[in-house]
């Protein structure tokens, strides 16, 4: 059990002095990169120059499989990069089943090299013969504190924190009198991960659903936030109903919300709406024909554009098979969410959820389901990877 506290190759050039100021602004912009706010801080995850500059690359580790520490299945993860090269990944521990309610526990990795090497599975948090479940985590650079928010059956939402980068935890508080919105009965948190906004305020994207209608039959999304470093929270308005449901958010460069969703009722397009007041209000749901789906949670993230600063680069990661939960796919936007010219398969296989993270030297990170939920495998690549995806 976890401790708890009370509370490239570039073009050589012939100029000593060209290549002095090359390698200063590399290191410049890796001590950048390795600051702990390179993690979602209050800006977009920056791209050192090593990155950028790198050949593509990409490979595949098993992070949790079915059976070790006697579970019967891992299911529903969550990433997070602290930078200094710690990140921290936590699961759904199911003990006897591979259903979602029952005796499940949230348990935890821990890396300090990137994601390279981990340590072993430990328990986060005992269910106790209940459901703790739909890990959310947020990274507040200003603690900096992460922040785990979670559900205890779908009925109640939890929070705790950790300001020594997940090696302990606060004890959980039940917050659900402040997130629940007025008429709703069923929720849940994330799953995934949540930002950390330019202005401060802190932003876990939810679901809710009526499960007076088989186990939430009618679903929307939203999200809830904090103002006040995790003091207090509040729900923002819920969106239209029964068109999307799990959801994680980005920040534009304008300061806007761009979240994305799964669909619902086989509609077979992801869902995506934009709140200007920070989640408090959205726009109408739509549906993006480019981002075909069967129904699935999908994750989503935010680079700085190495080719355009001003600009963001957003990752979406998703199973694109309209049939079943498999070709798992990395989709790239650099309008905002506007359009995706650019996509790359991960996973051909059997992929479900997933949540993406940026690394402090810049390599991007995919947690997802693999193998008809037997594992949870961990992905590494590069920007550069992403793009050179055959036809790009």
């Avoid at 000593?16 to 590399?26: A, F, M, N, P």
Wanted: glycine share 8%; hydrophobic share 35%.
């Amino acid at each position: 059990m976890i401790q708890t506290s009370p509370k490239g190759a570039t073009d050589r050039e012939d100029s000593y002095c060209l290549r002095v100021s090359l390698l200063s602004l590399i290191e410049a912009r890796l001590e950048t990169a390795q600051q702990p706010q390179a993690a979602y801080s209050t800006m977009p995850h920056p791209l050192s120059s090593e990155t950028a500059g790198s050949e593509a690359h990409f490979d595949e580790q098993c992070l949790f499989r079915s059976g070790d520490e006697d579970y019967h299945a891992y299911r529903i993860p969550a990433l997070l990069s602290v930078g200094q090269g710690r990140v921290i990944a936590v699961c759904e521990g199911r003990r006897d089943s591979l259903a979602d309610d029952g005796d499940i526990d949230l348990v935890i990795k821990k890396s300090l090299d990137a994601g390279r090497t981990w340590s072993e599975v430990e328990v986060l948090l005992e269910g106790e013969g209940e459901t703790a479940g739909n890990p959310c985590l947020i990274f507040d650079s200003e603690g900096p504190t992460i922040w785990l928010a979670f559900c205890r059956n779908n009925r109640q939402v939890f929070v705790m924190k950790s300001t020594d980068s997940g090696d302990s935890w606060s004890t959980p508080v039940d917050i659900t009198d402040q997130v629940l919105p007025p008429g709703w009965t069923y929720i849940g948190t994330g799953p995934g991960h949540g930002i950390r906004m330019k202005n401060g305020r802190l932003i876990a994207p939810c679901w809710v659903g009526d499960d007076a209608r088989m186990h939430g039959e009618v679903q929307a999304s939203f999200v809830f936030y904090s103002d006040d470093a995790g003091e207090s929270w509040q729900h923002g308005s819920v969106l239209d109903k029964d068109l999307c449901d799990e959801c994680e958010v980005v920040e534009l460069v304008s300061g806007s919300l761009y979240m994305n969703a799964r669909s619902r009722h086989r509609k077979k397009q992801r869902a995506f709406s934009t709140s200007n007041d920070g989640g408090e209000t959205w726009a109408t749901v739509q549906h993006a024909p480019e981002l075909p789906e069967l129904s699935c949670q999908g994750s989503i993230i935010s680079l700085r554009d190495p080719g355009s600063p001003r600009q963001n680069v957003i990752l979406l990661a998703a199973p694109a098979n309209t049939e079943k939960r498999s070709h798992l796919t990395m989709n790239i936007s650099r309008d905002g969410g506007q359009t995706w010219p650019v996509s790359r398969l991960i996973c051909e296989g059997a992929a479900a959820y997933s949540d993406l993270a940026v690394t402090s030297n810049s390599e991007i990170l995919c947690l997802y389901e693999s193998d008809n939920y037997t594992r949870i495998t961990l992905a590494r690549f590069n920007l550069k990877w992403c793009m050179s995806a055959p036809g790009v």
